[in-house]
């Protein structure tokens, strides 16, 4: 027997689900359906888990801009080198 019952999504998780299960030639109901089967049979949940991705701060994302930039030769590499540890950390002492 059959029931309908109703979940929730964001519109916008919903609407690109199902473009990406309709490629696949599943529907959104259709999969929803076979994850709650394999959830059941193999008593766990059917897939990896995973956190999203990380957005790199306002600080970071510029630094990484500067970084390439001075890769490319399109800004001047002002960074310090150094060729042993002693030698950065005496720099970063002051010394």
Same mark, same amino acid.
């Given at each position: 027997?059959? !029931?309908?019952?109703? !979940? ?10 199902? @473009? ?6 599943? !529907? ?8 709650? $089967? ?14 999203? $991705? ?15 930039? $001075?890769?490319?030769?399109?800004? @001047? ?5 150094? !060729? ?12």
């Amino acid at each position: 027997m059959v !029931t309908a019952s109703t !979940t929730r999504f964001e519109e916008s998780d919903k609407s690109e689900a199902t @473009d990406l299960l309709k490629s696949m030639g599943l !529907t959104f109901n259709g999969y929803l359906n076979m994850a709650v $089967k394999q959830l059941i049979n193999q008593r766990r949940i059917p897939f990896e888990i995973l956190p999203a $991705k990380e957005e790199p701060s306002e600080e970071t994302r510029r630094a990484m801009i500067a970084a390439e930039a $001075k890769e490319y030769g399109l800004i @001047d590499d002002d960074s310090p080198s150094f !060729t042993t540890a002693d030698e950065a950390i005496n720099w970063l002492d002051g010394e």
